[in-house]
């Protein structure tokens, strides 16, 4: 921009200033054609027009004629006004004020409009419905119900191993005491307790000894997850079971239990069924559950998952929250948890689980690569008398197939093979020596726990001397 405005000067030189170019202020510069460019509809040139002499009686004339139309315009506007208005009167003697009235009063209006208008939205702000309104059906009970009926269904759970004093949660699922936990709240229990909520306490002061009783394990299922329990109680109240295959991702999710401790019994959360059908794998555990964003923590385990009825959908599992993250929580549906829990109480186990009978290790994706074989689950121990031994699986056999579907893992293989019951007879494929065989087998029924150290008494004999064993550095 300089050279070009050096380039004016140098061929049309710099104007003086004098009193017919008098100093413009200083716009914005913009490239144009002639010089400085200020905006649409300006331009930098200066044009003196030397002033008119008039006559005074000129002015004077002038001047009365502007009075006469501007009092003119302002008679027609107040006509025009009060037409409008449907008032077809005109003050001459108060024009001025009418003006104003009508002005304050079309002011008046609309601050009250605007008044209305911000009453509405906050009106319309205040009456939105919360997340867990908006998750609830329009029947559902509130949350304050909702625990009114479920903290007597829900008590403490304490254990004492060799390890030291565990805590948990617990659903009462009897008048006369049979209470729902996980597995691995009681696993490995010398001992363990069940402590009532403190409304079952006879007088106005809670008493831990009278609400504190001692519990027998009637079953365990390490697979599942779930334990039974039961204290010498009767009159309790009772949980009222909903149906998890009915719950739909987005619906209201409660949580009741004791997270950390016991002084923080009966600590209710609230959220969303974030999720359904999450194939889990925890120590070796591959479990189906349900997933909620309502905070489940350690202490909560085994405690109720409940719906917007009240009703209990699911056993929370904290164990299998830690291994994951905040705001991701796990429960049992109570569906598959049902058909366990009554085989518990009944037999004492989970009876009719199919078993092969063989330990073993899954093949990797490089190991695969390596040696040019398939993917799939290698068997390394085949048990004696076992159904794998029976149909003619060998040891180094890689299982890659069961009832047509190809697996790659172990997990794929007992996902399959659990939809059968003990004693259904099943087409499993192997590789073996670089070709694939299939071989006809007959599911057998699992061994308890019991059964299976009675089987392997070595190994109950190292659980006797396990601390002497591991004091020692090596």
């Known amino acids: 921009m300089d050279d070009f405005n050096n380039y004016n000067k140098n061929n049309y030189g710099e104007q003086p200033r004098n009193s017919y170019q008098p100093q413009q202020p200083e716009q914005n510069n913009y490239y144009g054609y002639y010089g400085n460019y200020q905006g649409y509809g300006s331009y930098n040139e200066v044009t003196y027009k030397p002033e008119n ?41 108060d024009n001025t004020t009418n003006a104003e009235k009508s002005v304050a009063a079309a002011s008046d209006e609309k601050d009250l409009n605007k008044g209305e208008d911000v009453t509405e939205s906050s009106a319309e702000e205040k009456d939105m419905p ?51 936990t996980n597995q691995h709240v009681v696993e490995d229990a010398e001992k363990v307790s069940v402590k009532l909520p403190a409304s079952y306490a006879s007088g106005e002061k809670a008493d831990d000894d009278e609400l504190t009783f001692d519990a027998k394990i009637v079953g365990t299922d390490a ?59 925890i120590e070796d555990r591959t479990m189906n559950y349900m997933q909620t964003d309502a905070s489940i923590n350690g202490g909560n385990s085994g405690g109720p998952l409940i ?25 049992i549906p109570i569906d598959e948890a049902i058909p366990i829990i009554e085989d518990l109480i009944k037999n004492g186990r989970v009876t009719g689980r199919p078993t092969l009978g063989v330990s073993g290790e899954d093949i990797s994706d490089i190991y695969s690569r390596y040696y040019d074989i398939p993917k799939g689950f290698r068997v390394r121990q085949i048990a004696i008398d076992s159904a794998a031994e029976k149909a003619g699986i060998q ?54 726990e019991e059964e299976a150290a009675e089987k392997n008494p070595e190994e109950d004999e190292y659980e006797k001397y396990r601390e002497y064993f591991n004091q020692f550095p090596f």
């Open 53 to 93: 002499k008039k006559s005074k009686g000129r002015k004077i004339l002038n001047g009365i004629i502007a009075v006469l139309a501007v009092a003119a315009i302002g008679t027609t506007s107040i006509v025009g006004y009060n037409l409008i208005k449907g008032d077809g009167s005109v003050s001459t003697s």
């Open 130 to 180: 919360s997340i867990v309104q908006l998750a609830s059906p329009k029947d559902a009970m509130s949350i304050p119900e909702i625990v009114e009926k479920n903290t007597p269904c829900v008590v403490g759970i304490q254990t004492v191993t060799r390890q030291g004093q565990f805590m948990g949660t617990g659903i009462i699922m009897s008048e006369d005491g049979y209470i729902i």
């Open 223 to 281: 697979q599942s997850d779930i334990a039974v329990l039961k204290i010498n109680k009767s009159g309790l109240t009772k949980a009222e079971f909903g149906k998890s295959g009915d719950v739909k991702v987005g619906e209201v999710a409660i949580v009741i239990g004791n997270p950390l401790s016991m002084e923080l019994a009966n600590s209710v959360t609230a959220g969303i069924i974030s999720s359904l059908n999450r194939t889990i794998t």
């Open 307 to 331: 719906n917007a009825y009240g009703q209990v959908i699911g056993i929370a599992s904290a164990s299998v929250t830690k291994s994951y993250g905040e705001g991701i929580g796990f429960a």
């Open 395 to 448: 040891v180094n056999d890689i299982i890659i197939g069961i009832e047509g579907q190809l697996v790659e893992s172990l997990d794929e293989l007992n996902a399959v093979k659990n939809k059968y019951k003990a004693g259904v007879t099943v087409k499993i494929s192997v590789y073996r020596d670089g070709e694939i065989i299939d071989l006809e087998v007959t599911l057998q029924e699992a061994a308890s």
